[in-house]
């Protein structure tokens, strides 16, 4: 039978010794620890019990869980394996539109709006890899949408003359080049011609024309040596390019008919279709045509936009 001590009722600590009829306590006696008259006695075994504070677990068992635990966790979630394509959408499930259903839903929604200002917007969607070739390049188009583009020409002498004569509307060297870099840009393309190229290198000003896509390169064709022989083509032309899979171009102004839109449709798939097929290492294919204006969503066309490219890709 388990044997009996007295505890305090005060502060519930265990006394030592009995003097004079009066407990001691094992520590001093403060005025918060003072005993009371009557002492109560429990069992022991329920007192040390009662009052340990040492843990009944084995030393380190919960960290060794914790640890077991999240090793199981980590074991359980597996890593994603990194896109290489960017995403497209199941054009089967898509709702598809003719071209003059679409335009005449766009044409509702620009209702109020300027028509000389709201245009046509072409993307097509495309299934490459994040990492392949971009597709860029110029277009002109059988029915020119942008008639209003402003040019400036690098260059001096016989070549500005000409290049005046021929519609450019900022032509110069050193006194535009000072102007680009108070930020003054009234103009939308720049040709660079050949002889000042090197010189126009060292100003610096690719850090503000190249985010504008105006920066002239003999890779697009914008540093030649006659600038006024392109600037007649250039007008009217349209550029267009391919960022993260998907090719965009003003395809026509808002009042345009729908076969004058339909020509510049089928003559910019036409040429996409081209530079596509000429991109052999890498998959590159159409998955999907959409038409849209300034003030409109967007509406995904009919399937047949898709067979012409894949014909016009293998008759190229």
Not at 155 to 173: I, S
Request: glycine share 6%; hydrophobic share 40%.
């Amino acid at each position: 039978m388990a044997s009996s001590i007295s505890i305090c009722r005060a502060c519930l600590t265990r006394p030592s010794t009995l003097v004079g009829g009066a407990p001691r306590l094992l520590r001093p006696t403060s005025d918060i620890h003072r005993l009371l008259p009557a002492i109560s006695t429990v069992p022991s075994l329920i007192a040390t019990s009662a009052f340990s504070t040492t843990s009944s677990l084995p030393a380190g068992g919960g960290a060794v869980n914790r640890a077991k635990l999240k090793s199981s966790k980590l074991k359980q979630v597996k890593k994603k394996k990194p896109k290489t394509h960017f995403k497209i959408w199941n054009h089967a499930e898509l709702p598809k539109y003719a071209l003059t259903d679409v335009m005449r839903y766009i044409r509702a929604f620009e209702v109020g709006n300027d028509v000389r200002q709201a245009k046509y917007d072409l993307a097509v969607k495309i299934y490459t890899q994040k990492n392949g070739p971009a597709v860029k390049s110029r277009i002109q188009l059988p029915k020119a949408v942008n008639t209003d583009i402003r040019i400036c020409v690098f260059a001096d002498g016989k070549k500005a003359d000409a290049a005046r004569e021929a519609g450019a509307v900022v032509v110069g060297t050193k006194d535009v080049w000072e102007q680009i870099k108070e930020g003054v840009i009234n103009f939308d393309r720049v040709i660079c011609a050949s002889d000042v190229f090197q010189e126009f290198q060292k100003t610096g000003l690719g850090r503000v024309l190249g985010p504008r896509g105006m920066m002239p390169s003999p890779r697009t064709g914008t540093v030649v040596t006659n600038p006024a022989a392109i600037i007649s083509a250039m007008i009217g032309a349209s550029d267009y390019r391919e960022r993260q899979g998907v090719v965009r171009i003003a395809i026509g102004q808002l009042g345009f008919s729908p076969d004058e839109l339909r020509d510049n449709i089928k003559v910019f798939m036409d040429q996409l279709a081209k530079d596509l097929a000429r991109i052999e290492d890498f998959d590159k294919r159409i998955n999907e045509v959409v038409l849209s204006s300034t003030h409109s969503p967007a509406f995904s066309l009919s399937e047949k936009w898709i067979r012409f490219h894949q014909i016009s890709a293998e008759g190229s």
